[in-house]
């Protein structure tokens, strides 16, 4: 018995031993990122770094109230490199990866859109690395050619070319991909369909402007965005709109010609926008069941349509006599009746509803007609992964009264204080001087980048923090667009951008963008990482989003506290970025301490020979 005891507690250590083995492997096979997907060698998932100097909160709960940018000490720690992801990752778009709704057996109803809505990864399973440009990838051509010809090097994909090649969307042209301005029901032309629907709606001249009453459309199914695109010479701006479903790169062709498109989808969560924000709304053959769920969908545009607004619709139920198309047309036409829409017009393929000016139809509707007006207490601005409601979202009383918006017409509209400031409680002097004092800051700006930017190198921006749109409403004057992106937490001054005949989309910058990479010319940061201290989110993660949808040569402008420019700073060699310029901001209202501004240029890099491509 003596003999099995001591031979029993020998075996222990050994045992114990083994098993520190296993589990060191287990760990080390993890952090390397395999999780049981190939070729996961190149990159890494989460963000190891940030969570080793304890960034790695989504919450902000845990106690601490250090800032997670330090001093600004010189000698604080700083990464030497970030790893390049797999060339395959070159398109990724962490919130809208399908391999990521595989990997975490996401359950999705297909039938719902859900699987092309946003599904973001955890902390752990983030990629900590640099998103590759495409082999031969050429700065971008410049707008206005970018309209009509890109670089078929930056989006490698043709498969649009082909299966679109009798609706002339785009064809293949050498190292060229060009695009004539066709879509599915305009195979003549974006410019002649525009001027069409002007005409059935009796605007003077066939403008579809309407002497600047009509500013702002959302274009859903937008294809490669021609109607956008050519709706831009009429100073209209469109929200192209579509999902990353079979006809995948669709919006990244839009993107890239220079033409304003987000990747959306109406499915179960509310669009991005607020209530009340376009004058128009089109969809030419954009495959959506508007009958399904008690017209769920239909009743979202309406939420996003202004007092008249319109609805183009082309497609085969609003002409075709077969059986189907009839009774879908039949049972769509008594839907809008009863949302209290009416034909403005139908001819051919096409049919225009408008919506009503005020709520007096809505009222004299019989008692328990579907579908239903909202709530009193609904929040028709609330967007921020809010489930869409099968109701009829009724005009506040002011509105309802003045039977409108009170808008100006565009461009008068980009400097008058809008009326639904007083949702805001924000007077009119106040927003004259933002509007003033973003001039100024715009001016200066522009005069610091000035020896670094050539003519027409910029042509995408996004203001990743815009308030009011007082930063975009300066660029007027130049040929560019801006996507105002306004914190889904923050004030709803969305709707005060959408009134100013700006365009642009809630965010929440803890999470990736709903875009594909190197789809941005310039991003403007003003004090988006102060607000990330706060929240508790990781900074290094912004930096490495903000890296992924900003084209090789763009730039970054950052204005922030000084110990937030130090800590920028210390990461341009990792991200491949140069400084252009840094220097002190004129006194700010809205800061406690005085801010800088650090002016950021990306560099063009081959991924496989680790250096960096000439941008000239």
């Known amino acids: 018995m003596r003999g099995r005891n001591d031979s029993g507690h020998s075996k222990r250590p050994v045992v114990l031993c083994c098993v520190m083995i296993v589990c060191l492997c287990l760990l080390f096979l993890y952090f390397s990122g395999s999780n049981g997907q190939a070729g996961t060698t190149a990159f890494e998932y989460g963000t190891k770094f940030s969570r080793s100097l304890g960034w790695g909160s989504d919450d902000g709960e845990d106690g601490s109230e250090e800032s997670i940018f330090g001093t600004g000490d010189a000698d604080d720690v700083k990464p030497k490199s970030f790893p390049v992801c797999d060339d395959r990752h070159s398109e990724l778009i962490p919130c809208l990866d399908r391999n990521l709704i595989y990997q975490m057996r996401l359950k999705l109803d297909l039938n719902l859109m859900e699987h092309y809505e946003r599904h973001c990864p955890p902390p752990e399973r983030r990629f900590n690395c640099l998103i590759p440009p495409p082999h031969g990838y050429k700065v971008r051509i410049k707008w206005p050619k970018s309209r009509d010809v890109v670089w078929k090097a930056n989006i490698p994909h043709t498969h649009l070319a082909k299966e679109k090649s009798d609706q002339n969307w785009m064809v293949e042209a050498g190292e060229k991909i060009k695009f004539p301005g066709g879509g599915t029901h305009f195979h003549h032309g974006a410019d002649k369909y525009i001027s069409n629907i002007a005409n059935m709606l009796n605007f003077k001249d066939n403008n579809i402007n309407n002497e600047g009453m009509l500013r702002t459309v959302l274009d859903v199914g937008c294809g490669v965005a021609s109607f956008g695109g050519y709706l831009l010479s009429s100073n209209v701006i469109a929200m192209s709109l579509a999902p990353n479903d079979v006809h995948q790169n669709q919006i990244q062709f839009a993107l890239e010609r220079g033409i304003p498109a987000y990747l959306g989808v109406l499915g179960t969560k509310r669009l991005p926008y607020p209530s009340r924000s376009f004058e128009l709304a089109h969809c030419s053959r954009c495959r959506i069941d508007w009958l399904q769920r008690d017209g769920i969908l239909l009743l979202e545009l309406d939420r996003l349509l202004r007092p008249g607004g319109y609805f183009a619709y082309s497609s085969p139920e609003a002409y075709a006599q077969d059986e189907e198309d009839l009774r879908i047309w039949k049972e769509m036409s008594a839907l809008v009746e009863r949302m209290c829409w009416k034909i403005a017009e139908k001819r051919n393929q096409t049919v225009i509803w408008v919506k009503p000016l005020n709520n007096d139809c809505y009222k004299r509707r019989a008692h328990g007609t579907k579908p239903p007006l909202c709530k009193s207490g609904d929040d028709p601005d609330s967007v921020w992964g809010v489930?869409?409601?099968?109701?009829?979202?009724?005009?506040?009383?002011?509105?309802?009264?003045?039977?409108?918006?009170?808008?100006?017409?565009?461009?008068?509209?980009?400097?008058?204080?809008?009326?639904?400031?007083?949702?805001?409680?924000?007077?009119?002097?106040?927003?004259?001087?933002?509007?003033?004092?973003?001039?100024?800051?715009?001016?200066?700006?522009?005069?610091?980048?000035?020896?670094?930017?050539?003519?027409?190198?910029?042509?995408?921006?996004?203001?990743?923090?815009?308030?009011?749109?007082?930063?975009?409403?300066?660029?007027?004057?130049?040929?560019?667009?801006?996507?105002n992106v306004v914190p889904h937490d923050g004030p709803s001054t969305l709707k005060i951008i959408y009134d100013r005949g700006l365009i642009g989309s809630n965010h929440d910058w803890c999470e990736a963008f709903s875009t594909y990479p190197r789809t941005y010319d310039l991003l403007h940061a003003w004090a988006v990482f102060s607000d990330l201290d706060k929240r508790g989110c990781s900074a290094e993660d912004l930096l490495?989003?903000?890296?992924?949808?900003?084209?090789?040569?763009?730039?970054?402008?950052?204005?922030?506290?000084?110990?937030?420019?130090?800590?920028?700073k210390k990461y341009l060699h990792a991200l491949h970025w140069e400084a252009i310029t840094v220097v002190d901001a004129e006194p700010s209202p809205e800061s406690e301490e005085n801010e800088m501004i650090l002016i950021i240029r990306k560099k063009l890099w081959l991924p496989e020979a680790g250096s960096h491509v000439s941008s000239t």
């Open 387 to 483: 489930p869409m409601e099968a109701c009829i979202t009724p005009y506040p009383e002011q509105m309802h009264r003045d039977g409108g918006t009170g808008l100006a017409p565009w461009p008068a509209r980009l400097t008058t204080p809008p009326p639904r400031l007083a949702d805001l409680y924000v007077t009119a002097d106040t927003f004259e001087k933002d509007t003033e004092m973003w001039q100024q800051r715009v001016e200066n700006y522009w005069s610091l980048l000035g020896p670094k930017v050539k003519p027409d190198a910029i042509r995408n921006i996004m203001d990743m923090k815009a308030n009011f749109g007082s930063f975009a409403a300066a660029l007027k004057e130049k040929d560019v667009w801006v996507m």
């Open 544 to 568: 490495l989003e903000m890296d992924r949808i900003l084209r090789p040569t763009g730039f970054v402008i950052v204005r922030d506290k000084s110990t937030i420019i130090e800590f920028i």
